[in-house]
């Protein structure tokens, strides 16, 4: 399935304002908690948008790392040219950086959603 955003957050006050705020713009949006889901969900879904935190536990419930650069990679290899943002408190250290852009995590769920959603607008 085609979602206009895949969103990797393990944390709820940040997963779920997201999730109402892209529902209520009538975005689809698949929510994930874990690099595990992510490789699994990516076999056969995609994103227009790829949303991802800094930091995320490997497996659901697991010791919280940052896994971003395995997020990254994950992605692109199933989509060479995804539009990626990462949504994190702290700007992990990327390797690669090229197409990637960072927004901070004091912009609000709501702002990131109606940022994405002109995007999407703009473009189709």
């Known amino acids: 399935m085609l979602y206009d955003i895949i969103h990797v957050e393990d944390d709820p006050r940040f997963s779920k304002p997201t999730k109402a705020a892209a529902d209520s713009c009538g975005l689809s949006i698949l929510e994930l908690v874990s690099l595990e889901e992510l490789e699994k969900e990516l076999s056969t879904n995609d994103a227009r948008y790829y949303v991802v935190d800094g ?3 490997r ?3 697991g010791q919280v790392l940052e896994l971003a650069n395995e997020a ?5 290899e199933k ?3 995804a539009k990626i943002i990462i949504y994190s408190s702290s700007m992990p250290n990327l390797k690669e ?3 990637l852009e960072g927004v901070p995590k004091s912009v609000m769920p709501k702002q990131l959603v109606a940022k994405i959603q002109n995007r999407i607008n703009a473009t189709y």
Do not use: E, Q, V
């Open 97 to 99: 950086s090229s197409g």
């Open 72 to 76: 990254i990679i994950k992605i692109r």
């Open 55 to 57: 930091r995320f536990p």
């Open 59 to 61: 497996i659901r419930g």
């Open 79 to 81: 989509k060479s040219d």
